[in-house]
């Protein structure tokens, strides 16, 4: 049970107390009534004795009395009836409530933490090992409250209340005091006829009530002098005469009001009566216009939803609760309420008690019943929380400390030398009378067990007897003399003799079967047992529980087996025995009475977190039961603080539907109290969780929340919007676009797809977007990137670095993407959706955080559209199914420069009815009429409120949790800037790999300011170009030719051949060969108007790898305008989708000539090219053939001469997986010997195999061919000059080697292959047209148009130490064998006549021609080396004659002959091919010489004449 103010002894020794009774004369009551004070009352405070008594025990000892307390009280002559009695208790619960705005009680139990609304004192202790001492401290403590001061104050009134009863006589009087005044005219006449009123009270037939204890009651008579007033000498006289008359020890003389003058308006009096005084009578009396109150079966409970507000007074529990003590007693009569008495009719003084109904009829009725609530407006029942607890006078205003003195002297001496020797002498009479009468009992018993035999009867069980609670035994009866005896004791704490006294009268009533008489023996043999001093013998629990059963089960009387209960719960509680204290509690609970009920509960659930483990949910589950009665009962602010202490418990253990429960009921009692704010949260809590109830359940709290919500609102004069719990918002799903809706497609016209909402976030293309804006800025800002740059972000989202703040451009709109989501199973709809913000005007030059302008907030006119600063978008309807996830994009459009913080939402909430029924079930956001016709809706707003990224950069950051900022809804509004839209027409999808398709793009201003420094980007800038720098290069339209070609074209002869000279700067590569990555936009005067468009040809070139491609164009532009502004530039993106179909393949080899022109100037000049061309199209896109319209090639070095095997009258066309092979003849260019300007220029020479010439050394065909892809070779070289073997500065002569060696066998010749494909399409033939590119780097060495994929790099495993650097590459083997180029020269005839002369002699001339650029050691070996017979056969008819091996040094690219003689002997066929040349570098001493490759074979014919 909860922790209590008293111990158990001493709430048990004040339940328990000597009755002593009050009649008053009429001036007597008027001398007390200048205190506001009447007799019973003035004395109550000094009640208690603060000295020990004295008295002597039956066998003679003496017993020592100490601490006693008596209670006085008037004699009322009617029984309190039941009802009122009920309603009274349901009053003092009432009016204790816990005090607010005080430290509160917090107590650990396992692994909770529970608030128990303890007044004063916090207690936070482990539980299992310092809890006793906790509580020892705590009841010590002069600061500490009750934990329950509700449940004591309804315990000590309803032990005060209870009504005297004929089986006990512990509430019976004892003494009766006579009080009259010394200012009366007969004193000792008034004494008489006070006594005769008390003796016609007791013994007459009239008056059944009050109860007194024995027939000789002690009469003691009190003279009352007026000390203000009265003549002293004249009392002392009339003292001394009731003294002679009465006796000294039954006489006193009480002098009080002593004080004469008036009280300053400084000065204290001391008021010990207010904790003990309040108001008793409830009748006469109005209820406050707005009282919290109903009556409820003549009890006043809280209820009333349109009531005020009401706290009641937050008193001392002591002070607060309306003590019962005036009517405990069976005289608890107010003259002064009830008028003076009349000396003819004393016994009307007390005919209606103070508690009575003025209804009778109302007594029997049902208290608890929560149907029979009814408003009050006016009406005889008053709210005691409104009422003081005493009158408005000060109390005890004439008496002084003297008199108070005189008082309490008063009482020690009544008691001491009045109470105490009565009892004393009753107890031993009693006594006596018990001991003869056992001496006569005992020999008469033992002489009809001699005769007759027998032994003890066992005893019965409570079932097996009789049920004989209607038994009444006569007054004089023996067993009531024992019971007598022993009340007797008990009330003067002789425990042990009551003790023994309650157990014989125990087993006489049980003999007799008077149960309701054996109940109260054992009740009260069980209490004395545990109150013996020293505990001789172990509390009997069992009496109690069978006293209890006995009064509930055979006598049917609640009321007595509610205080066993009470009396034995706090006395197993003090003995640690809490299971059984909760288990006894919890049995008293019944259907009877909801208050009781609740309060045992209570007190059970308290128990349960008192044990030693602490029962922590049976704590909680009893809590709710007990919250349950008490709503029942009318106690609304109980029932609300016992669900509260639940919820403690039961929250976030996972219990959701225990939680929604909780959360509705305390929901529900908050708004009937009016608590509005409590009653909000709580609703809330349901709805904001995942909530497992039914859809019904789920709607019916939805209803219930927006009643509540609504009557909130509606009451509240704030202007601020509440927050509203529906729907969900998941705020770092948040999406912020800055940007326009921009026009689709219109025709043949495609819109840049830019970015979108629609579009989902891409990390790996944003990193490529920003790279491609990186590089575009950094070439506008002269390769530079400026440390302010800022990337731009058109759409943010959770995965964008929203570190800095945005930019947003005035007039141009700004959507939020807000995700919502209904947790609930039923509908929801939202009306008035839009966005809520804050704003501060600044100029675009202004610093943020400066000094601003007064901030500007939508908040309290979201209704209106705040045109002058910023139109905020509004959103009818929004309807959200059940259990959806729903995205809302709303707009702001800023027309002012500053900085803006979108802040959330703001909308009308209501519950959508079913789809249906009203609802348009398939459009989804349309309701027939209006939803909230019943006007069952709420406005309010939720935040957005993002956090931002966790930093994890420094040592801090990692150590703990930061978190950075997250900008995304506090865009910075910029001055206005250009806005371009870009529309493609005649753009394609799908193309042939390496098809050229001619396109126009439209540039569009849609914005009030100019553009320029128009500029295009891109990863992939061989798919497209704008033409070159030189309009002479660029055709002018896409008609150059009769077959509308992109191509500029002529009119030619079959087979010719024609060359250009062109730089790469005209077509925006650079000096070095790279292609160009910023293209800019030519635009007309640099610029673009607002509103201006403009249409330019765009050339496009397929992929040469087949397969989808996503081509991304960044478009780049400034504004005309110089303006102060954080935006300094804007992009625009553009996704092109690219289908590519294979089309053809194409194989180049390039191999030297063996002819040695005799011109100087040609030698080493002639090469070979084979070019082989394969349709591998498998008539895909509809193609049919394709025509090898052209050969062209682009070379600084090299160029096409001619075509070897043109066959005039066979078109150049390939079907389906056809090959082609053609052989072209390639020769130097003579550029650079023959003009300075010719430096750093390509040839271009075209061969066409047509009736046309496309001139590829203009656009489309010169750019895409300078914008190729350049295959993945090494770096080349540097040229040598014609100085000869000087290594140039910074380079080793290893690798100058190496270099010179390279270059023997490299070509750096690029050949364009030009072609036509025939397409059906729709039963239409079309044209096609493209281009192939295949570079030819090495003598030998096949280049292909289709470059393999490199392969992914292999894991580079990680190395703790350096590698050795690896040596220098040399010269391969197939290099080295390049070096010499041989010829071999003879006739290719020769007649001689062997038979005249035998031998045939033929002169043959060796050629040797160095290809390096360095000096070359030859070695010559005309030695045939035969292997087989076969070379023998071939080889054995000739020889060389002469000298057989030549070592000569040939200097760079030098030619050489040598003259040889051929001896042959027969005629025939010889192959002269024979000589083995070898060569290594005249500087490499140690280098063998390699093998050169051989030439063809040389045949020369030997006819014989």
């Given at each position: 049970m909860?922790?209590?103010l008293?111990?158990?002894q001493?709430?048990?020794?004040?339940?328990?107390?000597p009755?002593?009774?009050?009649?008053?004369?009429?001036?007597a009551?008027?001398?007390?009534?200048?205190?506001n004070?009447n007799?019973s009352?003035l004395?109550?405070?000094f009640?208690?004795?603060?000295s020990?008594?004295?008295?002597?025990?039956?066998?003679?000892?003496?017993?020592v009395?100490?601490?006693l307390k008596?209670?006085?009280?008037?004699?009322?002559t009617?029984?309190?009836?039941h009802?009122?009695?009920?309603?009274?208790?349901n009053?003092?619960?009432?009016?204790?409530?816990p005090?607010?705005?005080?430290?509160?009680?917090?107590?650990?139990a396992?692994?909770?933490?529970?608030?128990?609304?303890?007044?004063s004192l916090?207690?936070?202790?482990p539980?299992y090992?310092?809890?006793?001492?906790?509580?020892?401290?705590?009841?010590k403590?002069?600061?500490?409250?009750a934990?329950?001061?509700?449940?004591e104050?309804?315990?000590?009134n309803?032990?005060?209340s209870m009504?005297?009863?004929?089986?006990?006589?512990?509430?019976?009087?004892?003494?009766?005091?006579?009080?009259?005044?010394?200012h009366?005219?007969?004193?000792?006449?008034?004494f008489?006829?006070?006594?005769?009123?008390q003796h016609r009270?007791?013994?007459g037939?009239e008056?059944?009530y009050?109860?007194?204890?024995?027939?000789?009651?002690?009469?003691?008579?009190?003279l009352?002098?007026?000390?203000?007033?009265g003549?002293?000498?004249?009392?002392?006289?009339?003292y001394e005469?009731?003294?002679?008359?009465?006796?000294?020890?039954?006489?006193?003389l009480l002098?009080?009001?002593?004080?004469t003058?008036?009280?300053?308006p400084?000065?204290?009096?001391?008021d010990p009566?207010?904790?003990?005084?309040?108001?008793?009578?409830f009748?006469?009396?109005?209820?406050?216009?707005?009282?919290?109150?109903?009556?409820?079966n003549?009890?006043?409970v809280e209820?009333?939803?349109?009531?005020?507000?009401?706290?009641?007074?937050?008193?001392?529990?002591?002070?607060?609760?309306?003590?019962?003590?005036?009517?405990?007693?069976?005289?608890?009569?107010s003259?002064?309420?009830?008028?003076?008495?009349?000396a003819d009719?004393v016994?009307?003084?007390?005919?209606?008690?103070?508690?009575?109904s003025?209804?009778?009829?109302?007594?029997a009725t049902h208290?608890?019943?929560?149907?029979?609530?009814k408003?009050?407006?006016t009406?005889?029942?008053?709210?005691?929380?409104?009422?003081?607890?005493?009158?408005?006078?000060?109390?005890g205003?004439?008496?002084?400390l003297?008199?108070?003195d005189?008082?309490?002297?008063?009482?020690q001496?009544?008691?001491?030398?009045?109470?105490?020797?009565h009892?004393?002498?009753?107890?031993?009479?009693?006594?006596d009378?018990?001991?003869?009468?056992?001496?006569?009992?005992s020999s008469?018993?033992?002489?009809?067990?001699?005769?007759?035999g027998?032994?003890?009867?066992p005893?019965?069980?409570i079932?097996?007897?009789?049920n004989?609670s209607?038994?009444?035994y006569?007054?004089e009866a023996?067993e009531?003399?024992?019971?007598?005896?022993?009340?007797?004791?008990f009330?003067?704490?002789?425990?042990?003799l009551a003790?023994?006294?309650?157990?014989?009268?125990k087993?006489?009533?049980?003999?007799?079967?008077?149960m309701l008489?054996?109940?109260g023996?054992?009740e009260?043999?069980a209490?004395?047992?545990?109150?013996?001093?020293?505990?001789?013998?172990?509390y009997p629990?069992?009496?109690?529980?069978?006293a209890?059963?006995?009064?509930?089960?055979?006598?049917?009387?609640?009321v007595?087996?509610?205080?066993?209960?009470?009396?034995?719960a706090?006395?197993?509680?003090?003995?640690?025995?809490?299971?059984?204290?909760?288990?006894?509690?919890?049995?008293?609970t019944?259907?009877?009475?909801?208050?009781?009920?609740?309060?045992?509960l209570e007190?059970?659930?308290h128990?349960?977190?008192?044990?030693?483990?602490?029962?922590?949910?049976k704590?909680?589950?009893?809590?709710?039961?007990?919250g349950?009665?008490f709503?029942?009962?009318g106690?609304?602010?109980h029932?609300?603080r016992?669900?509260?202490q639940?919820?403690?418990?039961?929250k976030?253990k996972?219990?959701?539907?225990a939680?929604?429960?909780?959360?509705?009921?305390?929901?529900?009692?908050s708004?009937?109290l009016?608590?509005?704010?409590?009653?909000?949260?709580?609703f809330r809590?349901i709805l904001?969780?995942?909530s497992?109830?039914?859809?019904?359940q789920q709607?019916a709290?939805l209803?219930?929340?927006?009643?509540?919500?609504?009557n909130?609102?509606?009451?509240s004069?704030?202007?601020?919007?509440?927050?509203?719990?529906?729907?969900?918002?998941h705020?770092?799903?948040t999406r912020?676009f800055?940007g326009?809706?921009?026009?689709l497609?219109e025709?043949?016209?495609?819109?840049?797809s830019?970015?979108?909402l629609?579009q989902?976030?891409?990390?790996?293309?944003s990193?490529?977007?920003?790279?491609?804006?990186?590089?575009?800025v950094?070439?506008v800002?002269?390769?530079?990137?400026?440390?302010?740059?800022?990337?731009?972000?058109?759409?943010?989202?959770?995965?964008?670095?929203?570190?800095?703040?945005?930019?947003?451009v005035?007039e141009?709109?700004?959507?939020?993407e807000?995700?919502?989501?209904?947790?609930?199973?039923?509908?929801?709809i939202?009306?008035?959706?839009?966005l809520?913000?804050?704003?501060?005007?600044?100029?675009p030059g202004?610093?943020?955080g400066?000094?601003?302008?007064?901030?500007?907030?939508?908040?309290?006119e979201v209704?209106?559209?705040?045109?002058?600063l910023i139109?905020?978008e509004?959103?009818?309807?929004?309807?959200?199914?059940?259990e959806?996830?729903k995205v809302?994009?709303?707009?702001?459009?800023?027309?002012?420069?500053?900085?803006?913080?979108i802040r959330?939402?703001v909308?009308?909430?209501?519950?959508?009815?079913?789809?249906g029924?009203?609802?348009?079930?398939t459009?989804?956001?349309?309701v027939?009429g209006s939803?909230f016709?019943?006007?069952?809706?709420?406005?309010?707003?939720?935040d957005?409120?993002?956090?931002g990224p966790r930093?994890n950069?420094?040592?801090e950051e990692?150590t703990?949790?930061r978190?950075?900022?997250?900008?995304?809804l506090?865009?910075?509004?910029?001055?206005?800037?250009?806005l371009?839209?870009?529309?493609?027409?005649?753009?394609p999808?799908?193309?042939?790999?390496g098809?050229?398709?001619?396109?126009?793009?439209?540039?569009?201003?849609?914005?009030?300011?100019a553009?320029?420094?128009?500029?295009?980007v891109?990863?992939?800038?061989?798919?497209?170009?704008?033409?070159?720098?030189?309009?002479?290069?660029?055709p002018?339209s896409?008609?150059?030719s009769?077959?509308?070609?992109?191509?500029?074209t002529?009119?030619?002869?079959?087979?010719s051949?024609s060359?250009?000279l062109?730089?790469?700067?005209?077509f925006?590569?650079?000096?070095?060969?790279?292609?160009?990555?910023?293209?800019?936009?030519?635009?007309?005067?640099?610029?673009l108007?607002?509103g201006?468009?403009?249409?330019?040809p765009?050339?496009?070139?397929?992929?040469?790898?087949?397969?989808?491609h996503?081509?991304?164009?960044?478009?780049?532009y400034?504004?005309a305008?110089?303006?102060?502004?954080?935006?300094?530039?804007r992009v625009?993106?553009?996704?092109?989708i690219?289908?590519?179909?294979?089309?053809?393949?194409?194989?180049?080899t390039?191999?030297?000539s063996n002819?040695?022109?005799?011109?100087?100037?040609?030698?080493?000049?002639?090469?070979l090219?084979?070019?082989?061309v394969?349709?591998i199209?498998?008539?895909?896109?509809?193609?049919?053939?394709?025509?090898?319209?052209?050969?062209?090639s682009?070379s600084?070095?090299?160029?096409?001469?001619s075509c070897?095997?043109?066959?005039?009258?066979?078109?150049?066309?390939?079907?389906s997986?056809?090959?082609?092979?053609?052989?072209f003849?390639?020769?130097?260019?003579r550029?650079a010997?023959?003009?300075?300007?010719?430096?750093g220029?390509?040839?271009f020479?075209?061969?066409n195999?047509?009736?046309?010439q496309i001139?590829?050394?203009?656009?489309?065909?010169?750019?895409?061919?300078f914008?190729?892809?350049?295959p993945?070779e090494?770096?080349?070289?540097p040229?040598?000059?014609s100085?000869?073997?000087a290594p140039?500065?910074?380079?080793s002569?290893?690798?100058?080697?190496?270099?010179?060696?390279?270059?023997?066998?490299?070509v750096?010749?690029?050949?364009?292959?030009?072609?036509?494909a025939?397409?059906?399409?729709d039963?239409?033939?079309?044209?096609l047209e493209?281009?192939?590119?295949?570079?030819?780097?090495?003598?030998?060495?096949?280049?292909?148009?289709?470059?393999q994929?490199?392969?992914?790099?292999?894991m580079v495993?990680?190395?703790?130490?350096?590698d050795?650097?690896p040596?220098?590459?040399?010269?391969s083997?197939?290099?080295?064998?390049?070096?010499?180029?041989?010829?071999?020269?003879y006739?290719?005839?020769?007649?001689?006549?062997?038979p005249?002369?035998s031998?045939c002699?033929?002169p043959?001339?060796?050629?040797?021609?160095?290809?390096?650029?360095a000096e070359?050691d030859?070695?010559?070996?005309?030695?045939?080396k035969?292997?087989?017979?076969e070379t023998?056969?071939?080889?054995g008819?000739?020889?060389?004659l002469?000298?057989?091996?030549?070592?000569?040094?040939?200097?760079?690219?030098?030619v050489r002959?040598?003259?040889l003689?051929?001896c042959?002997i027969?005629?025939?066929?010889?192959?002269?091919?024979?000589?083995?040349?070898?060569?290594?570098?005249?500087?490499?001493g140690?280098?063998?010489?390699?093998s050169?490759?051989?030439a063809?074979?040389?045949?020369?014919?030997?006819?014989?004449?």
């Amino acid at each position: 049970m909860a922790q209590c103010l008293q111990s158990v002894q001493e709430f048990i020794q004040d339940s328990f107390v000597p009755m002593v009774a009050v009649l008053c004369s009429e001036y007597a009551e008027k001398v007390t009534r200048k205190n506001n004070l009447n007799f019973s009352e003035l004395v109550r405070p000094f009640c208690r004795l603060t000295s020990e008594g004295h008295m002597r025990d039956p066998n003679n000892q003496i017993h020592v009395v100490k601490n006693l307390k008596i209670s006085v009280s008037n004699v009322v002559t009617e029984p309190p009836h039941h009802a009122t009695t009920r309603r009274l208790l349901n009053e003092v619960v009432l009016a204790s409530q816990p005090a607010e705005g005080l430290v509160t009680n917090v107590i650990t139990a396992g692994d909770y933490d529970l608030n128990i609304s303890d007044g004063s004192l916090k207690a936070s202790v482990p539980w299992y090992y310092s809890w006793k001492d906790t509580l020892m401290e705590l009841s010590k403590s002069k600061f500490y409250t009750a934990t329950t001061p509700w449940f004591e104050a309804y315990r000590e009134n309803f032990l005060q209340s209870m009504p005297a009863s004929d089986h006990e006589f512990l509430n019976h009087y004892l003494a009766c005091m006579l009080v009259v005044t010394s200012h009366e005219a007969s004193p000792v006449d008034q004494f008489f006829k006070l006594s005769q009123d008390q003796h016609r009270i007791q013994h007459g037939s009239e008056h059944a009530y009050p109860k007194w204890f024995i027939p000789n009651t002690l009469k003691y008579y009190v003279l009352l002098h007026d000390v203000s007033e009265g003549d002293e000498q004249r009392a002392e006289s009339i003292y001394e005469d009731i003294k002679q008359k009465y006796g000294t020890q039954a006489c006193y003389l009480l002098k009080i009001n002593s004080r004469t003058s008036t009280l300053g308006p400084d000065e204290q009096i001391p008021d010990p009566w207010s904790q003990y005084l309040h108001r008793n009578n409830f009748q006469n009396q109005e209820l406050p216009e707005e009282g919290p109150a109903v009556v409820m079966n003549n009890v006043i409970v809280e209820n009333s939803m349109n009531a005020s507000e009401t706290d009641g007074l937050h008193l001392p529990a002591k002070a607060c609760t309306c003590s019962l003590s005036s009517i405990t007693s069976p005289g608890a009569g107010s003259f002064s309420l009830l008028g003076p008495p009349r000396a003819d009719d004393v016994g009307s003084i007390s005919s209606d008690h103070p508690l009575q109904s003025d209804d009778p009829s109302n007594a029997a009725t049902h208290l608890d019943g929560i149907d029979d609530i009814k408003p009050v407006g006016t009406g005889p029942e008053v709210d005691v929380r409104k009422q003081p607890c005493a009158a408005s006078a000060t109390h005890g205003a004439c008496l002084t400390l003297g008199d108070h003195d005189r008082i309490r002297l008063f009482i020690q001496e009544f008691t001491f030398r009045g109470l105490l020797p009565h009892i004393e002498k009753n107890i031993r009479q009693l006594n006596d009378q018990r001991m003869s009468r056992k001496g006569i009992s005992s020999s008469l018993i033992s002489a009809t067990k001699k005769w007759f035999g027998g032994g003890k009867v066992p005893e019965k069980s409570i079932n097996e007897l009789k049920n004989t609670s209607g038994l009444l035994y006569p007054p004089e009866a023996p067993e009531l003399q024992i019971r007598k005896m022993a009340d007797l004791c008990f009330l003067v704490q002789h425990y042990d003799l009551a003790y023994s006294y309650y157990h014989a009268a125990k087993k006489d009533f049980l003999s007799d079967q008077a149960m309701l008489y054996a109940a109260g023996a054992l009740e009260m043999a069980a209490v004395s047992a545990f109150l013996q001093p020293g505990a001789p013998r172990p509390y009997p629990a069992h009496y109690m529980d069978t006293a209890i059963q006995t009064y509930r089960d055979v006598c049917k009387n609640m009321v007595m087996a509610e205080r066993c209960a009470l009396l034995s719960a706090e006395i197993l509680k003090s003995q640690a025995k809490y299971s059984d204290a909760a288990t006894l509690l919890i049995k008293l609970t019944s259907e009877d009475s909801d208050l009781r009920s609740a309060l045992l509960l209570e007190q059970a659930a308290h128990c349960f977190i008192n044990m030693r483990s602490p029962m922590v949910r049976k704590f909680a589950f009893h809590m709710i039961l007990a919250g349950h009665r008490f709503s029942k009962a009318g106690q609304k602010r109980h029932a609300l603080r016992c669900y509260c202490q639940a919820m403690q418990v039961y929250k976030g253990k996972g219990w959701s539907l225990a939680e929604d429960h909780i959360n509705f009921t305390i929901g529900r009692q908050s708004f009937t109290l009016h608590q509005p704010e409590n009653a909000v949260a709580a609703f809330r809590h349901i709805l904001i969780n995942d909530s497992k109830q039914a859809a019904s359940q789920q709607g019916a709290f939805l209803r219930e929340y927006l009643y509540v919500y609504k009557n909130v609102s509606q009451a509240s004069t704030e202007g601020a919007l509440p927050q509203l719990p529906l729907p969900c918002i998941h705020s770092f799903a948040t999406r912020v676009f800055f940007g326009h809706d921009r026009r689709l497609a219109e025709g043949e016209k495609q819109a840049a797809s830019h970015v979108s909402l629609d579009q989902e976030y891409d990390r790996e293309l944003s990193q490529q977007w920003r790279e491609l804006e990186e590089q575009v800025v950094a070439i506008v800002n002269r390769g530079v990137l400026p440390a302010a740059f800022q990337p731009t972000q058109y759409c943010l989202s959770n995965q964008t670095d929203n570190m800095r703040f945005p930019l947003a451009v005035v007039e141009e709109p700004i959507i939020v993407e807000v995700v919502f989501r209904n947790p609930l199973k039923v509908p929801l709809i939202l009306t008035g959706l839009s966005l809520l913000w804050k704003f501060s005007p600044k100029d675009p030059g202004q610093q943020r955080g400066g000094e601003t302008d007064e901030v500007v907030s939508n908040e309290r006119e979201v209704q209106a559209s705040q045109g002058g600063l910023i139109t905020t978008e509004v959103i009818s309807e929004f309807y959200m199914s059940p259990e959806e996830k729903k995205v809302a994009r709303l707009k702001l459009l800023p027309h002012q420069t500053g900085e803006l913080h979108i802040r959330g939402v703001v909308y009308n909430l209501g519950a959508a009815p079913p789809p249906g029924d009203v609802l348009n079930s398939t459009v989804g956001t349309r309701v027939e009429g209006s939803v909230f016709s019943d006007g069952l809706f709420v406005r309010g707003h939720q935040d957005l409120e993002i956090q931002g990224p966790r930093l994890n950069s420094t040592k801090e950051e990692k150590t703990s949790v930061r978190h950075g900022p997250d900008r995304r809804l506090d865009p910075i509004i910029t001055p206005p800037m250009p806005l371009l839209e870009v529309f493609f027409i005649n753009f394609p999808t799908g193309l042939l790999c390496g098809e050229i398709r001619k396109a126009y793009v439209e540039f569009v201003n849609v914005s009030k300011v100019a553009l320029k420094g128009l500029r295009v980007v891109s990863k992939h800038p061989e798919f497209f170009t704008f033409g070159s720098h030189a309009a002479a290069l660029t055709p002018l339209s896409p008609g150059a030719s009769e077959n509308c070609s992109a191509y500029k074209t002529v009119a030619t002869g079959r087979a010719s051949a024609s060359s250009t000279l062109v730089a790469p700067a005209d077509f925006g590569t650079g000096a070095d060969g790279s292609r160009p990555g910023v293209v800019e936009i030519p635009l007309p005067d640099s610029a673009l108007q607002p509103g201006a468009s403009v249409q330019l040809p765009m050339w496009l070139r397929g992929p040469d790898h087949e397969g989808v491609h996503e081509i991304n164009f960044l478009f780049y532009y400034e504004s005309a305008e110089k303006k102060v502004s954080k935006m300094s530039h804007r992009v625009l993106r553009h996704t092109a989708i690219i289908c590519a179909s294979r089309s053809l393949s194409v194989r180049a080899t390039a191999c030297r000539s063996n002819t040695l022109p005799e011109n100087s100037e040609d030698r080493n000049s002639g090469m070979l090219v084979f070019v082989d061309v394969e349709n591998i199209n498998t008539n895909e896109a509809g193609v049919r053939e394709f025509h090898i319209v052209q050969v062209s090639s682009s070379s600084q070095h090299w160029k096409l001469h001619s075509c070897i095997n043109s066959v005039e009258d066979k078109d150049s066309k390939l079907t389906s997986r056809e090959r082609g092979k053609l052989c072209f003849r390639a020769t130097k260019c003579r550029n650079a010997e023959a003009t300075s300007v010719a430096v750093g220029k390509y040839t271009f020479a075209d061969i066409n195999l047509g009736n046309e010439q496309i001139i590829s050394a203009t656009t489309p065909c010169a750019d895409f061919f300078f914008r190729r892809r350049h295959p993945p070779e090494s770096k080349k070289p540097p040229m040598l000059g014609s100085a000869g073997f000087a290594p140039p500065a910074g380079h080793s002569a290893a690798e100058h080697l190496s270099n010179v060696v390279c270059r023997c066998s490299e070509v750096d010749l690029n050949i364009i292959v030009l072609w036509k494909a025939y397409v059906v399409e729709d039963n239409k033939q079309l044209i096609l047209e493209g281009q192939l590119h295949v570079a030819l780097q090495t003598i030998g060495r096949e280049a292909c148009s289709l470059t393999q994929k490199e392969e992914a790099e292999e894991m580079v495993l990680l190395k703790f130490k350096p590698d050795v650097p690896p040596p220098l590459a040399k010269p391969s083997v197939e290099q080295l064998s390049q070096l010499i180029k041989t010829n071999l020269h003879y006739p290719e005839s020769y007649d001689h006549p062997f038979p005249q002369k035998s031998l045939c002699m033929v002169p043959v001339t060796l050629m040797l021609s160095n290809c390096s650029l360095a000096e070359v050691d030859v070695i010559i070996d005309l030695r045939h080396k035969a292997t087989s017979p076969e070379t023998l056969e071939v080889h054995g008819s000739f020889t060389w004659l002469g000298q057989t091996q030549y070592k000569l040094p040939l200097r760079a690219q030098e030619v050489r002959k040598l003259r040889l003689t051929a001896c042959f002997i027969h005629a025939g066929v010889y192959n002269l091919g024979t000589p083995r040349v070898f060569a290594k570098l005249a500087e490499q001493g140690s280098m063998c010489e390699a093998s050169q490759q051989s030439a063809t074979p040389a045949l020369i014919i030997i006819n014989g004449v």
